[in-house]
Nanobody, 126 residues
Framework: QVQLVESGGGLVQAGDSLRLSCATR????????VGWFRQAPGKEREFVAA????????NYADSVKGRFTISRDNTLNTVSLQMNSLKPEDTAVYYC???????????????????WGQGTQVTVSS
């Protein structure tokens, strides 16, 4: 089990930037990939970005490519999501999640992730 805590959400205007952080902790060392997902009101949770453990392979949803950047610091046990050029449609609760099965693969599949944070709200006004 990996514990995850998100931070950095808030209310911004369209075109602004935000940086989300995910602090991770696990009692015994073992590798895991980390993904960011988001859920808007009335919609299903959707994939945003993910980073693998080994060589840090990265995967992005088409909707955020070129605007969002995921990065990982294994010494600090944190994964960040830099969000630029935010749009109102980016408004959602953002969750980070860890997968101990898809370790080196930045999988976009929600059910590949076993541990989830509680989420942080991002609101983008027009």
């Amino acid at each position: 089990q990996v514990q995850l805590v998100e931070s950095g959400g808030g209310l911004v205007q369209a075109g602004d930037s935000l940086r989300l952080s995910c602090a991770t902790r696990r009692r015994t060392f073992s590798p895991y990939s980390v993904g960011w997902f988001r859920q808007a009101p009335g919609k299903e949770r959707e994939f945003v970005a993910a980073v693998g453990w080994g060589d840090g392979k990265i995967n992005y949803a088409d909707s955020v490519k070129g605007r969002f950047t995921i990065s990982r610091d294994n010494t600090l046990n944190t994964v960040s999501l830099q969000m630029n050029s935010l749009k109102p449609e980016d408004t959602a609760v953002y969750y980070c999640a860890a997968s101990i099965t898809a370790v080196d693969v930045p999988t976009p599949t929600l059910h590949d992730y076993q541990s989830w944070g509680q989420g942080t709200q991002v609101t983008v006004s027009s």
